[in-house]
């Protein structure tokens, strides 16, 4: 790894100097500053990984530097010279965050034993990020983060449909990504200049709907003041995403035939017919089959949707999936906010992995982002900055009716804060793992894992339902 970039201010000529020929002569990438102000100038404008500052300084003092720099780049880890008899002050400096100090008078020896520490440091930093981002290619793709197995296989599946022009059905719960899904599938279609049109198919009363796909002739009905193109034509070349497709109507659901079977349409109150190249996405919370046989929706235009049907799992049945979702929405989020936090107490962390998330992914986003905004600088985030009931339970408080973690009486059930030090939680915990280590094995066969565990497979289905483990293949799957 390169030497890290580095920054000195001191306003002394010949001390600056003579740290700026010490850490060249080994190789680092060294910039100065006399003052404070032109050093902030230089962190602005740089990425400098290790600063040096004096404590004392005309002007801006170190302290105010230091807060500055973690403020504008937390990661820049920072060194402060303090003068003889100051510890105090050196203390203070490393309570807000500066990594380490160095007493004047100092030997340049001293100074770089120190600065190596840190540059150590640094590189262990970078190394973890690197493998991370590894780790993040391999369970996501296109923003779509999933390590759970059923959510890999989806991941796979999506590559390979996005490269077709195959009609596409995503089914899932609200909020559990179809329109990420649906993004990610033009983005990696060869249509990917062309253009993406988005309709959600409930938003729009029957009539309107039907004008809105497939445009209408000037006087087609009261309003229709000139000749508008549907959003068919305007998907010309390129993707539409029909949302929520279950709500449509019968004659939508004829019309939307025809153009799936001969790819042509006329506008309402028309008649020129319209050719047209449409990759269709589509998706509904509903479960469509049904909808058949109850006689809501027809049977042959389902069946030209369900080419390829893609199933998102509920943020529940994949509840190894919350925490990587709640740690990557916590960096996003507390970059945007210039925030640094040292990710979620235990406490936090097993109320994410029992609570039920009806609303899914975006639910977690939600609390996440509330979490951040609760969050104290460098501090972990703690389970009412999750729910935001400042008389949370976990603080002492009564159990708050609106709170979702409390009306699943998750709360009431543990010691405030100490959700995983209890004997029961460790051996779920363990349990958990145990299990999900060996369904990995037998790739979810759920005979042979009860097999190797020694219980029966309903006990297994059981334990997995209440433990939160996604209980491998289906029966039906088992074949
Ligand atoms: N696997 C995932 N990884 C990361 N973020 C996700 C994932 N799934 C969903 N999200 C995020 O959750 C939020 C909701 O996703 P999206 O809008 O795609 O859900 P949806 O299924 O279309 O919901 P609805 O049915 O309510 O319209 C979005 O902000 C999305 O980025
Ligand atoms: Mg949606």
Same mark, same amino acid.
């Given at each position: 790894?390169?030497a890290?970039?580095?920054?000195?201010?001191?306003?002394e000529?010949?001390?600056?100097?003579?740290?700026?020929?010490a850490?060249k002569?080994?190789?680092?990438d060294?910039?100065?500053?006399?003052?404070g102000q032109?050093g902030?100038?230089?962190?602005?404008?740089?990425?400098?990984?290790?600063?040096?500052?004096?404590?004392?300084?005309?002007?801006?003092?170190?302290?105010?530097?230091?807060?500055?720099?973690?403020?504008?780049?937390?990661?820049?880890?920072?060194?402060?010279?303090?003068a003889?008899?100051?510890?105090?002050t050196?203390?203070?400096?490393?309570?807000?965050?500066?990594?380490?100090?160095?007493?004047?008078?100092?030997?340049?020896d001293?100074?770089?034993?120190?600065?190596?520490?840190?540059?150590?440091v640094?590189?262990?930093?970078?190394?973890n990020?690197?493998?991370?981002?590894?780790?993040?290619d391999?369970f996501?793709?296109?923003g779509?983060?999933?390590?759970n197995d059923?959510?890999?296989?989806?991941?796979?599946k999506?590559?390979?449909?996005?490269?077709?022009?195959?009609?596409?059905?995503?089914?899932?719960?609200s909020g559990?990504?179809k329109?990420?899904?649906a993004?990610?599938?033009?983005?990696?279609?060869?249509r990917?200049?062309?253009?993406?049109?988005?309709v959600s198919c409930?938003?729009?009363?029957e009539?309107l709907?039907?004008?809105?796909?497939?445009?209408?002739? *000037?006087?087609?009905?009261?309003g229709?003041?000139?000749?508008k193109r549907?959003?068919?034509?305007?998907?010309?070349?390129g993707?539409?995403?029909?949302?929520?497709?279950?709500?449509?109507?019968?004659?939508?659901?004829?019309?939307?035939l025809?153009?799936?079977q001969e790819?042509?349409?006329?506008r309402?109150?028309g008649?020129?017919?319209?050719?047209?190249?449409?990759?269709?996405?589509?998706?509904?919370?509903k479960?469509?089959?049904?909808?058949?046989?109850?006689?809501?929706f027809?049977?042959?235009?389902?069946?030209?949707?369900n080419v390829?049907?893609v199933?998102?799992?509920?943020?529940?049945?994949?509840?190894?999936?919350?925490?990587?979702?709640?740690?990557?929405?916590?960096?996003?989020?507390a970059?945007?906010?210039?925030?640094?936090?040292?990710?979620?107490?235990?406490?936090?962390?097993?109320?994410?992995?029992?609570?039920s998330?009806p609303?899914?992914?975006?639910e977690?986003?939600?609390?996440?982002?509330?979490?951040?905004?609760?969050?104290?600088?460098q501090?972990?985030?703690?389970?009412?900055?999750?729910?935001?009931?400042?008389?949370?339970?976990?603080?002492?408080?009564?159990?708050?009716?609106?709170?979702g973690?409390?009306?699943?009486?998750?709360t009431? *059930?543990?010691?405030?804060?100490?959700?995983?030090?209890?004997?029961?939680?460790?051996r779920?915990?363990f349990e958990r793992?145990?299990?999900?280590?060996?369904?990995g094995?037998?790739?979810?066969?759920?005979?042979?894992?009860?097999?190797?565990?020694?219980?029966?497979r309903?006990a297994?289905?059981?334990?997995?339902?209440?433990?939160g483990?996604?209980?491998g293949?289906?029966?039906?799957?088992?074949?």
């Amino acid at each position: 790894m390169k030497a890290p970039t580095t920054l000195i201010i001191d306003d002394e000529p010949l001390i600056r100097l003579s740290m700026v020929d010490a850490l060249k002569a080994v190789g680092y990438d060294v910039r100065a500053a006399a003052t404070g102000q032109e050093g902030l100038q230089i962190l602005n404008t740089n990425a400098i990984d290790m600063l040096i500052t004096d404590l004392r300084l005309p002007g801006m003092d170190g302290l105010e530097i230091l807060h500055l720099c973690k403020q504008r780049s937390p990661r820049t880890e920072v060194i402060m010279i303090t003068a003889h008899g100051s510890v105090d002050t050196a203390v203070e400096a490393m309570k807000r965050g500066a990594y380490d100090y160095v007493t004047k008078p100092f030997s340049m020896d001293e100074l770089l034993l120190i600065v190596d520490r840190v540059a150590r440091v640094l590189a262990l930093r970078q190394e973890n990020l690197l493998l991370r981002e590894e780790l993040e290619d391999k369970f996501s793709f296109q923003g779509i983060l999933g390590k759970n197995d059923r959510m890999r296989e989806v991941l796979e599946k999506i590559k390979l449909v996005a490269a077709t022009d195959s009609t596409v059905l995503i089914l899932g719960e609200s909020g559990t990504g179809k329109e990420l899904v649906a993004n990610a599938i033009h983005r990696n279609s060869p249509r990917r200049d062309e253009a993406l049109i988005k309709v959600s198919c409930a938003a729009l009363p029957e009539s309107l709907l039907e004008a809105e796909l497939f445009g209408h002739e *000037k006087g087609a009905f009261t309003g229709a003041l000139r000749q508008k193109r549907g959003r068919f034509e305007l998907a010309h070349r390129g993707t539409l995403f029909l949302d929520e497709i279950g709500e449509i109507s019968p004659i939508v659901q004829v019309k939307l035939l025809r153009v799936l079977q001969e790819r042509q349409f006329e506008r309402v109150g028309g008649t020129e017919t319209i050719e047209v190249d449409v990759r269709l996405v589509c998706a509904t919370q509903k479960d469509l089959k049904k909808e058949v046989q109850q006689g809501r929706f027809r049977e042959d235009l389902f069946y030209r949707l369900n080419v390829v049907p893609v199933r998102l799992p509920p943020l529940r049945e994949r509840r190894e999936d919350i925490l990587v979702i709640a740690e990557h929405v916590l960096q996003t989020r507390a970059a945007r906010m210039n925030k640094t936090l040292k990710g979620f107490s235990h406490g936090a962390q097993e109320l994410l992995f029992r609570y039920s998330f009806p609303g899914n992914v975006r639910e977690l986003e939600n609390m996440v982002e509330r979490a951040v905004a609760l969050g104290r600088q460098q501090e972990e985030v703690q389970v009412w900055q999750l729910c935001g009931f400042s008389a949370c339970p976990y603080l002492g408080g009564a159990p708050q009716e609106a709170c979702g973690f409390c009306s699943e009486g998750l709360t009431g *059930k543990r010691d405030r804060g100490e959700a995983s030090s209890s004997l029961a939680a460790a051996r779920d915990q363990f349990e958990r793992q145990f299990i999900q280590s060996v369904l990995g094995r037998v790739h979810g066969n759920r005979t042979e894992a009860s097999r190797i565990l020694g219980m029966s497979r309903k006990a297994l289905w059981e334990k997995c339902k209440r433990l939160g483990v996604s209980s491998g293949r289906t029966e039906h799957d088992e074949g």
